[in-house]
């Protein structure tokens, strides 16, 4: 599987961003699929994860209640809804796919995108 996230960029706090992760290959449909977001001089971290099948999500305490993680399997597309952005979701954000459902491990994953830039600043 490879992964290809778009559609970071430089918004405003409070702004929204929606972040996109096309996969290739016929084998899309039975990932889980994460986001995680590094910061400079900070490790990688959990943000949101999706089952296969859509039915099971799970967010980072930071973002819950304010980014959604979605899919469109006839697609082969894994989508990041952000809003109410704060300058500290500032990072690069990658996708990722894996096999185990629900984890926020970034280990677990199997393949990963190549990052997108998301900066939030006045």
């Known amino acids: 599987v490879q992964l290809q996230a778009s559609g970071g960029g430089l918004v405003q706090p409070g702004g929204s961003l929606k972040l996109s992760c096309a996969a290739s290959g016929r084998t899309f449909r039975t990932y889980n699929m994460g986001w995680f977001r590094q910061a400079p001089g900070k490790e990688r971290e959990f943000v949101a994860t999706i089952s296969w099948n859509g039915r099971v999500t799970s967010y980072a305490d930071s973002v819950k209640n304010r980014f959604t993680i979605s899919r469109d399997n006839a697609k082969n597309t894994v989508y990041l809804q952000m809003n109410s952005l704060k300058s500290e979701d500032t990072a690069v954000y990658y996708c990722?796919?894996?096999?185990?459902?629900?984890?926020?491990?970034?280990?677990?994953?199997?393949?990963w995108g190549q990052g997108t830039q998301v900066t939030v600043s006045s």
């Open positions: 990722a796919a894996g096999l185990v459902t629900g984890t926020s491990t970034p280990s677990r994953y199997d393949y």
